[in-house]
């Protein structure tokens, strides 16, 4: 039978319908689609695409399950690396990593082993509960902070050994990022407390509103017992431009929008938390939070919605799949700009006036691209006397994270670099002797997929460095 040389379509709500609605965008395959996509796989000798997942799953090995609908024994294989399979098959650039090395991607359109890893992961989802076979008890304790991609699959990875593992998430939900900067219609919060459930039920403790830094220090930590300390406690310092108007009522961080709007729940009718709701919303940026923060606006009763982004659409950060369903939306994308000034009401005759010190427009210039710059990307330089305004009540910087220094400035002898990421050897080890860390608070703001990459190493090298003193 001749190979389908396009991947299968993934289905999706109407554009016109989820504009309006926080339910998941993408629906996922049927059981014949995902067989039949399965069956484009060549099974390779090499297994390219395995060294383009940063966790190793054993891709063409569960996709094989597939073909046989065997969809348990696919489950089994992917769960032998990823802890976060549901995860995973939704928000991991899988375009730029395992698909991006498919063989059938020389002459066709790569495998979709994304979509099909969402598909075993949600076909186990809907099984009823399988009893979780709890490790011996090693007799070590470890502790882990932060309960985001890589937290949660250090802690998942060491508890299958048999570990002792407290996780600290400073917030009253676990999930890190997952929950409070991933939209709901990217990730459904149940498919995040769907994993940390089975997390639990490895004999993994949750200890939530925990501010590692503050409540309890790492140092205190190794008092209360803990062997080792894996820090995985993020990138949640946002940055902004430095430029003026910053400080005006209606201006936000991507994080705090998106934290507002996912965790706190913003987005009903009589939420607990404030937050900006319709007029015209301008986000400054191009990556995955950028798109993330402007759909989420949107859906929040914007009545237009700007991506303002300084270079041109092909240098755009962002997933191929999110700009184009943020564009289907009809976010409006204004590329080669780039914002100089926020602008504000003022009324100084009534210093009282309940308008003044709010946002009512954006003042940018257009860009052209230059020379490139040390990462080779041509670098945007400013075309003088092209300044224009948009019109905007609101104004979301989505122009990355920093780590917080909290942890940094509680624990001595904890080494960083220029940009606040904690230094570590390949194996995680920081410069503290049993305290290793990864993810965004190493490498800044990252992917999922990447963070748990990190995870998985710290845990083996927690594994090595504790079973050399039993």
Same mark, same amino acid.
């Given at each position: 039978?001749?190979?389908?040389?396009?991947?299968?379509?993934?289905?999706?709500?109407?554009?016109?319908?989820?504009?309006? =609605?926080?339910?998941?965008?993408?629906?996922? @395959?049927?059981?014949?689609?995902?067989?039949?996509? %399965?069956?484009?796989?060549? =099974?390779?000798?090499?297994?390219?695409? &395995?060294?383009?997942?940063?966790?190793?799953?054993?891709?063409p090995e569960f996709i094989g399950c597939i073909k046989k609908e065997d969809f348990q024994g696919a489950y089994d294989v992917i769960t032998k690396s990823s802890s976060l399979p549901a995860v995973c098959g939704r928000v991991c650039p899988q375009e730029t990593q395992c698909e991006s090395k498919c063989t059938l991607g020389v002459k066709f359109e790569p495998v979709?082993?994304?979509?099909?890893?969402?598909?075993?992961?949600?076909? #186990?989802?809907?099984?009823?509960?399988?009893?979780?076979?709890?490790?011996?008890?090693?007799? #070590?304790?470890?502790?882990?902070?932060?309960?985001?991609?890589?937290?949660?699959?250090? %802690?998942?990875?060491?508890?299958?050994?048999? @570990?002792?593992?407290?996780?600290?998430?400073?917030? #009253?939900? %676990?999930?890190?990022?997952?929950? @409070?900067?991933?939209?709901?219609?990217? +990730?459904?919060?149940?498919?995040?407390?769907?994993? &940390?459930?089975? +997390?639990?039920k490895l004999g993994v403790d949750i200890e939530t509103n925990v501010v590692i830094g503050k409540t309890l220090t790492i140092d205190e930590l190794f008092g209360m017992g803990y062997e080792a300390v894996f820090v995985g406690s993020g990138a949640g310092l946002p940055n902004f431009m430095g430029i003026p108007g910053e400080a005006l009522k209606g201006v936000y961080s991507a994080n705090e929008f998106l934290t507002r709007s996912n965790l706190m729940k913003a987005y009903e009718s009589d939420p607990d938390t404030p937050i900006m709701k319709g007029g015209n919303v301008a986000v400054v940026g191009g990556g995955n939070v950028a798109m993330d923060a402007a759909r989420t606006a949107l859906r929040l009763g914007a009545e237009h919605v700007y991506i303002v982004y300084r270079r041109s659409l092909k240098e755009?950060?962002?997933?191929?799949?999110?700009?184009?369903? %943020?564009?289907?939306?009809?976010?409006?994308?204004?590329? +080669?700009? =780039?914002?100089?000034?926020?602008?504000? @009401?003022?009324?100084?005759?009534?210093?009282?006036?309940?308008? =003044?010190?709010?946002?009512?427009?954006?003042?940018?210039?257009?860009?052209?691209?230059?020379?490139?710059?040390?990462?080779?990307?041509?670098?945007?330089?400013?075309?003088?006397?092209?300044?224009? &305004?948009?019109d905007v009540d609101t104004v979301i910087m989505a122009i990355g994270t920093s780590p917080n220094p909290l942890i940094k400035n509680t624990t001595k002898g904890l080494e960083v670099n220029a940009h606040g990421g904690i230094i570590v050897n390949e194996d995680g080890l920081t410069s503290r002797t049993g305290v290793y860390a990864g993810g965004d608070a190493v490498t800044g703001a990252a992917t999922v997929i990447s963070a748990m990459g990190a995870g998985k190493v710290a845990a083996k090298a927690i594994d090595e460095y504790l079973s050399a003193k039993n």
């Open positions: 039978m001749p190979i389908n040389p396009k991947k299968h379509e993934m289905p999706t709500q109407a554009a016109e319908v989820r504009a309006h =609605n926080f339910k998941e965008v993408a629906l996922g @395959y049927e059981m014949k689609t995902a067989v039949d996509e %399965a069956a484009r796989c060549l =099974n390779c000798k090499n297994k390219p695409c &395995v060294q383009g997942c940063p966790v190793n799953i054993s891709i979709g082993i994304g979509r099909l890893e969402r598909f075993v992961a949600d076909w #186990h989802n809907a099984q009823e509960d399988v009893a979780v076979t709890v490790p011996e008890p090693n007799g #070590h304790k470890v502790a882990v902070v932060g309960s985001g991609p890589s937290g949660l699959t250090c %802690a998942g990875d060491l508890a299958k050994k048999g @570990y002792k593992v407290s996780v600290f998430e400073a917030l #009253h939900t %676990a999930g890190g990022v997952l929950v @409070y900067g991933i939209p709901e219609f990217r +990730l459904p919060k149940s498919i995040v407390a769907k994993e &940390v459930e089975g +997390l639990k755009l950060p962002a997933r191929k799949e999110e700009v184009e369903h %943020a564009m289907e939306e009809g976010i409006d994308f204004r590329l +080669l700009n =780039n914002p100089v000034e926020i602008l504000g @009401y003022s009324n100084p005759d009534d210093p009282r006036d309940p308008k =003044n010190g709010f946002v009512t427009g954006m003042k940018c210039i257009k860009m052209e691209l230059g020379e490139p710059d040390a990462k080779g990307r041509r670098r945007p330089v400013p075309i003088e006397g092209s300044e224009f &305004v948009l």
